[in-house]
């Protein structure tokens, strides 16, 4: 040891002799959101196994200090499960440490320190890598099973009462294979890819839901038990392998006892986050003690990365899809390339097929039991966005009624109609719909989003401009029917020749297609705990209050109802005199909307004038847009499409003018 570290530990040592522990000096403030940090290694880089994030030995002693100095207190699992039941509340600044893996370093370094201040914790552990009497398969390599701790040391800190052992499962912090690419993604959310034709395949060639439930229910019963026998205590909390979890695992590990769950989820804990669902930040070796003091500050405001500017690429992958697949994956690796020049933090990528351009999906780039898989493709792509580039948010872009089920499916037929119109008097949406009004329609709708949901991880979810309904639409049979529910007239004429009737029609209209896209919000997110959720809207409805009639639109309730919202900001395609004017208006609407309105709205551009033969647009107009854009305060810019093999729009250029808006603004 070094005599600088010697000096420290001396003036620690000093310190913890002449002060009780800070939280015993504070008066209970309940609901006061909980902090919780997420640790790996405590050890010098050379000896690191994951260097990104091993915090050296004096860097966690720095930060433990500096927790102390600045009001935290230190909590246990049981302060913060009397806290959640409403026996004993939380003191001020309440912070829990946890440590990942079960590292060897974690005792040797942490584990003094956390015996010096009293300092409650968690350690999380793998049960098959505790096991292993040689070396680990740690993700694909193998290392010494000395860098971990041993059963012995691991009851030793749990016996004093200090270190409550979780479970970080028994065997699914690996990855497995995906997708028909080869891909290894996180084994505790992820569906095998077996192969098509495989023994007991399922859709699409993966495991079926029941061998994925079995599989992972077995894996946690392990990790329980083994824990139990060798610690003497069964385990109450479980550390997510990746921060990955689903419905099925939540549900299945609070059966086994362990009711509290530790993800890696953006946000506050407050005291109604979920126990299953606490939320921590991750400590990385780079992070110094600023950086750690603007973290929390930003994660107790009830911030995340919704909250940085989006700067959104709105991609095809129509455009990557290739039937040569060796064509493809140079399609894909181009994008790849993009995304990485053009500055942008956010993707939203094409889940469906539309090979014909006419706006409703053929098919879908993810096997589907309703509709066929073009190829299986969005779960490589999206992996590949996640992996190698610097997007932090991807969402599925997908349609909520423009399917075109197969001739077969008897949901096929039940599709939005429409009551005859004069001639310029008849808005026409462009393209066909399943009605929303159909039982049989939303439930093949809805395997469509369970089966999307199943295939891949991702971050949010774009509702296509489809969810909308004329002031002619919709006359079929199920829609006539739910109207006279409504107490309106069981026909769209009738209702048509009242003003008063037509407000009604078209709140309740607006409303029920809101609520159906919240329903498939809530399907995904039986896999994708923390999904966001943003859909299109047509910029007539921002900018003329009679155009939410035309469309079944409304910004106040699309902002009501969806973490964003998408206006199409789009010049060329409403035929505007004057874009420059036309964006403006657009601006003013959004603030009059309130005050957090402009932080929930994304201002879409054309990249492309369709109107005018595809004509692109230049990027130096672009540029100049989003530059004023951002001059009157709008916060999250996307651009519609990315005309990668066109090199449009130029990257040095939206990279520069994206630049101008930081990634993520100072806490106040």
């Known amino acids: 040891m070094s005599q600088r570290i010697q000096a420290v530990w001396a003036i620690v040592a000093a310190a913890a002799l002449c002060h009780a522990p800070s939280q015993a000096s504070e008066q209970p403030a309940r609901g006061s959101q909980l902090t919780v940090l997420s640790y790996h290694e405590v050890s010098e880089a050379p000896q690191a196994l994951i260097p990104d994030y091993a915090v050296t030995p004096t860097n966690f002693l720095r930060q433990v200090d500096?927790?102390?100095?600045?009001?935290?207190?230190?909590?246990?699992?049981?302060?913060?499960?009397?806290?959640?039941?409403?026996?004993?509340?939380?003191p001020a600044k309440p912070v829990l440490l946890t440590f990942d893996d079960g590292y060897e370093s974690v005792y040797r370094h942490a584990w003094p320190v956390l015996k010096m201040f009293r300092i409650p914790a968690v350690v999380a552990v793998v049960g098959s890598w505790e096991e292993d009497t040689g070396?680990?398969?740690?993700?694909?390599?193998r290392v010494p099973r000395q860098g971990l701790m041993s059963w012995a040391q691991l009851r030793e800190m749990s016996d004093s009462g200090l270190v409550e052992i979780a479970s970080h499962s028994f065997d699914l912090h690996r990855g497995i294979r995906s997708n028909p690419q080869g891909n290894l993604q996180p084994a505790a959310v992820t569906r095998r890819y077996l192969g098509d034709g495989a023994a007991g395949a399922g859709l699409g060639g993966r495991e079926t839901e029941e061998a994925y439930r079995t599989r992972v229910l077995v894996d946690l019963k392990e990790s329980s038990a083994v824990i139990t026998r060798r610690v003497g205590k069964?385990?109450?909390?479980?550390?997510?392998?990746?921060?990955?979890?689903?419905?099925?695992?939540?549900?299945?590990?609070?059966?086994?006892?362990?009711?509290?769950?530790?993800?890696?989820?953006?946000?506050?804990?407050?005291?109604?986050?979920?126990?299953?669902?606490?939320?921590r930040i991750l400590v990385e070796r780079s992070m110094g003690l600023s950086d750690l003091d603007r973290e929390i500050a930003y994660r107790n405001r009830d911030l995340t990365d919704n909250d940085r500017p989006q700067k959104v690429a709105h991609v095809d992958l129509d455009f990557i899809y290739d039937a040569d697949e060796a064509q493809q994956e140079r399609n894909l690796s181009h994008l790849l390339d993009r995304l990485s020049w053009l500055g942008v933090n956010t993707v939203y990528l094409q889940a469906y097929s539309d090979p014909d351009a006419n706006g409703s999906a053929d098919g879908v780039y993810f096997p589907s039991r309703r509709v066929p898989m073009r190829a299986d493709l969005f779960n490589r792509v999206a992996w590949q966005i996640r992996t190698r580039t610097p997007v932090k948010r991807l969402y599925a872009w997908m349609p909520l009624l423009a399917w075109e089920l197969p001739k077969t499916d008897p949901a096929a037929a039940d599709r939005v109609t429409a009551l005859p119109?004069?001639?310029?008097?008849?808005?026409?949406?462009?393209?066909?719909?399943?009605?929303?009004?159909?039982?049989?329609?939303?439930?093949?709708?809805?395997?469509?989003?369970?089966?999307?949901?199943?295939?891949?991880?991702?971050?949010?979810?774009?509702?296509?401009?489809?969810?909308?309904?004329?002031?002619?639409?919709?006359?079929?049979?199920?829609?006539?029917?739910?109207?006279?529910?409504?107490?309106l007239?069981?026909?769209?004429?009738?209702?048509?020749?009242?003003?008063?009737?037509?407000?009604?029609?078209?709140?309740?209209?607006?409303?029920?297609?809101?609520?159906?896209?919240?329903?498939?919000?809530?399907?995904?997110?039986?896999?994708?705990?923390?999904?966001?959720?943003?859909?299109?809207?047509?910029?007539?409805?921002?900018?003329?209050?009679?155009?939410?009639?035309?469309?079944?639109?409304?910004?106040?309730?699309?902002?009501?109802?969806?973490?964003f919202t998408a206006i199409m900001a789009m010049p060329y395609m409403e035929?505007?005199?004057?874009?420059?004017?036309?964006?403006?208006?657009?601006?003013?609407?959004?603030?009059?909307?309130?005050?957090?309105a402009m932080g929930r709205v994304v201002f879409e551009l054309q990249t492309v004038d369709w109107r005018q033969a595809e004509r692109p647009i230049p990027t130096a107009e672009l540029v100049d847009t989003i530059r004023s854009l951002y001059g009157q305060g709008v916060r999250h810019i996307a651009y519609y499409p990315d005309m990668m093999f066109e090199n449009h729009p130029a990257p040095a250029e939206m990279r520069a003018v994206f630049a101008l808006k930081r990634d993520r603004p100072e806490v106040e």
């Open 575 to 596: 035929n505007a005199a004057d874009p420059v004017e036309f964006q403006r208006r657009i601006v003013e609407r959004v603030k009059a909307a309130g005050p957090e």
């Open 234 to 279: 069964a385990p109450r909390i479980i550390a997510w392998p990746y921060g990955q979890y689903n419905a099925e695992l939540r549900d299945a590990a609070e059966r086994l006892g362990m009711v509290v769950g530790l993800t890696l989820d953006d946000g506050a804990n407050t005291r109604s986050t979920p126990l299953s669902r606490l939320r």
């Open 66 to 90: 500096w927790l102390r100095n600045n009001g935290f207190n230190f909590v246990s699992v049981d302060d913060v499960l009397a806290d959640h039941a409403g026996r004993r509340a939380l």
């Open 135 to 141: 070396d680990v398969d740690f993700d694909g390599k």
């Open 421 to 487: 119109g004069k001639a310029g008097t008849h808005l026409n949406m462009g393209y066909a719909r399943l009605s929303p009004f159909s039982p049989r329609a939303r439930a093949a709708v809805r395997e469509i989003y369970e089966d999307l949901a199943r295939s891949v991880r991702f971050e949010g979810l774009l509702f296509h401009d489809d969810v909308t309904l004329s002031d002619f639409e919709d006359t079929s049979p199920d829609a006539l029917r739910t109207y006279r529910e409504w107490g």
């Open 489 to 563: 007239p069981g026909s769209v004429a009738e209702i048509r020749a009242s003003d008063d009737l037509i407000g009604r029609w078209t709140i309740l209209k607006i409303n029920a297609l809101d609520e159906f896209a919240k329903q498939m919000a809530a399907v995904v997110r039986r896999e994708q705990p923390a999904l966001v959720t943003a859909r299109n809207l047509y910029a007539q409805v921002a900018l003329d209050p009679r155009s939410e009639v035309w469309y079944s639109q409304a910004l106040e309730n699309s902002l009501a109802n969806y973490d």
